[in-house]
Each structure stands twice: as structure tokens, then as C-alpha cells.
């Protein structure tokens, strides 16, 4: 693929490497704040639960001081920072999702979650957990990752076939979207007839999103594919910024649409795919934090990519942290956070593109 014009990426006026220096300037401050912003949000997100403790004392356990109470370093290091740092890297894994799917789509309304990319994965992800049914010759420990990934890569391919093929318009892929999400929750209410006691618990876990499961092993894997996974994005910033000019202006800068959007599509659901294997459903950061890194970033996708994986994380932190202040005795589940939050913002965006009209 050859190399965009040397000293310019392909991106709307002002967003090059040719401007100014000032206005660049301004992108890393903003980029630093933001990352600032996520930091002090995990560190809150680890001082607060139910069990009540002084900041001297989680101080303690968290350095694992000799004079720290044992309980409350297990509650520290097992449950709390494992829950807060699995909120930053799955909003930032969703938050990059969505501004890719924006991208290839073309279409600002689109997300893992309003799609259907999310809830084809936990449908694929509640096959094994019920019934059963996961790919042959895949380990344990995997089956259901696996079956969320093949659910979510394909109905990632279906909205770009659609999209492509039926030439339908943004408004039209949107519903063409609810409609899947409304077809893979009705068949996972299906399942839930058919589920035990014990495993409707655990699919009300993937339906409602919640960090309650998260460990250290599985922050690992999180943290591993969505570095590989931004990291090959990075490479293909200035091509995703020349596909938002459309497919022939981008064809003239040397890229291959076609194939540019089957490797975001598949960044796509390999990401959505783990978060919801990890966390279940959870909905609106794809959509929201995009729309924030735009307003503040512009369309140059070196900025706009990592700006919207960090107001991704920061989202689903704050959301978090939101849902261990609004009840001292439950914690509840992140994804009814995120999707109370989430619905005025997409009802907002819908009116503001005149889609109801």
C-alpha cells in the first residue's frame, strides 16, 4: 500500500502533520488530560466499595505493608484493582471499536452495541454456557470466547454486506441494526427457558454487563489484544482518515477499501467479542466516546483513534465508579450504568440527523 504524501496524512483542513505546531500542541495536552482524567478515575474506582476502609489503611494493603490487614489486601488486590483497571481496558476496547465501526460504515450512529455486533456476541457466548453447543477442538477456557468472536465476526460481515450491497443509507443500516439486537436478545431469552438455575445466573451476566468476574489472567488477555489491536490500527490511521473522503477518493490516495474494511471489521469483533466473553453486554461507550474524541480530536485517525479508546475507558471507569457510589450494599452492574447514560445521547444524535423525521 503505498505511503500517503510526504509531510501529509489524508484528513480534514488543519488535521496534518504540516499544521501548525500550536494546534498540535493542544491535541497532545488534550490526549494527556484525558489519560490524566482515566488515572485518577481507577484510582478512586480502587478507594471505593462496600467495605469501608481509610485511605491509610488501603495504602497499606495496596504496598502490601507488613502491618496490612490481610482481608482488605485480598479485597484490594483480588476484586478491586483487577474490577477498576478491567473498566479502563474494556472502555477503551469498546471506545476503539466504535470509532473504527464509525469509520468504515461511514455512519456516526453506528457501535458494537446499537449494531448488534455486542449482543451477537453474547448469544454466541450463551450457546456453550447453556446449551452446550461451542466449536469443536477449542480448549475449555476458550469455548466461550471463541463462540462470542465467530457470533460477532459474523455479524460484523452481514452490516458491511448489507451496507455495501443493499445501499440502504445510514438511517436504514441503523434499523437494519435494532433489528438484529431486538433478534439476538429475543433468542437469548429463548435460552434463558431452557437454562438451570446455575447458568441462568450466569447469563444474566452476560445480558446485563458487570465486572464481577474480572481477575488477573483475564486483565492480562484484555490488555494484550487491545494493544496488538490498536497497535495495527496505528499502522492504518492515515488509510481509515482517507476511507472518511469515500471509497474512490480513498482508492486514489492507494487504498484498498475492500480490504481496509475487513481488517477493521475484524479488530472490530475480535475486541467486542472479548469484552463481552469478559464482561458481558455493554452498551453505548462504542457510540458516545467516538463522539467525543471527534468534537475535540477532528477526523486525523493517529489522534482519533487512541483519543476515543481513552474517553472509552474513561466512560466505562466512571461508570464504575458510579455504580459502587449509588448503593453501599450492592454493587450494580456497569452495563445498566452505561446504557441509562447512553439512550438520551443516541435519542439526541437521532433527532440532531433529523432520522426521526
Not at 438451570?196 to 454487563?209: E, H, K, N, R, T
Not at 496505528?234 to 474494511?261: H, I, K, M, N, Y
Amino acid at each position: 500500500m503505498p505511503a500517503p504524501p510526504a509531510g501529509r496524512t489524508p484528513g480534514l483542513a488543519g488535521h496534518d502533520d504540516s499544521a501548525p505546531q500550536s494546534p498540535l500542541r493542544a491535541r497532545k495536552l488534550w490526549l494527556g488530560a484525558l489519560a490524566a482524567l482515566l488515572f485518577l478515575l481507577v484510582c478512586a474506582d480502587v478507594l471505593v466499595g462496600p467495605a469501608a476502609a481509610d485511605a491509610g489503611a488501603l495504602a497499606r494493603a495496596l504496598w502490601r505493608a507488613p502491618q496490612a490487614d490481610p482481608t482488605l489486601s485480598v479485597i484490594v488486590w483480588h476484586i478491586r484493582l483487577p474490577q477498576a483497571f478491567m473498566a479502563a481496558l474494556v472502555g477503551a476496547a469498546l471506545g476503539h471499536a466504535g470509532a473504527e465501526m464509525q469509520t468504515v460504515l461511514n455512519n456516526p450512529l453506528a457501535s458494537p452495541f446499537t449494531l448488534g455486533i455486542s449482543s451477537a456476541a453474547a448469544l454466541g457466548a450463551a450457546l456453550p454456557l447453556v446449551l452446550g453447543i461451542s466449536l469443536p477442538g477449542v480448549a475449555a477456557p476458550y469455548v466461550l470466547a471463541a463462540n462470542a468472536f465467530i457470533f460477532a465476526l459474523l455479524c460484523a460481515a452481514l452490516l458491511d454486506l448489507v451496507a455495501r450491497r443493499a445501499r440502504i443509507g445510514a438511517s436504514g443500516l441503523i434499523l437494519f441494526g435494532i433489528a438484529l439486537v431486538f433478534t439476538f436478545n429475543a433468542l437469548l431469552s429463548l435460552i434463558q427457558i431452557a437454562a438451570s438455575a446455575a447458568a441462568l445466573q450466569d447469563l444474566i451476566f452476560w445480558m446485563m454487563g458487570s465486572l464481577g468476574r474480572s481477575d488477573w489472567p483475564r486483565l492480562a488477555a484484555m490488555a494484550v489484544v487491545l494493544a496488538l489491536a490498536m497497535a495495527h490500527a496505528r499502522r492504518q490511521s492515515w488509510a481509515l482518515t482517507a476511507l472518511r473522503f469515500g471509497d474512490e477518493r480513498a482508492t486514489a490516495f492507494g487504498v484498498d477499501p475492500r480490504r481496509l474494511r475487513r481488517m477493521a471489521l475484524l479488530r472490530i469483533s475480535v475486541l467486542a467479542a472479548l469484552a463481552v466473553a469478559l464482561t458481558g453486554v455493554i452498551g453505548f461507550v462504542g457510540l458516545v466516546a467516538p463522539h467525543i474524541a471527534r468534537r475535540l480530536w477532528g477526523e486525523d485517525h493517529r489522534w482519533y483513534l487512541p483519543a476515543s479508546a481513552l474517553a472509552g475507558g474513561v466512560m466505562l471507569a466512571a461508570a464504575s465508579l458510579i455504580s459502587r457510589l449509588i448503593s453501599a450494599d450492592v454493587v450494580l452492574p456497569v452495563g445498566l450504568v452505561t446504557t441509562l447514560v447512553g439512550i438520551p445521547f443516541f435519542l439526541a444524535a437521532l433527532l440532531r440527523r433529523r432520522v426521526l423525521q
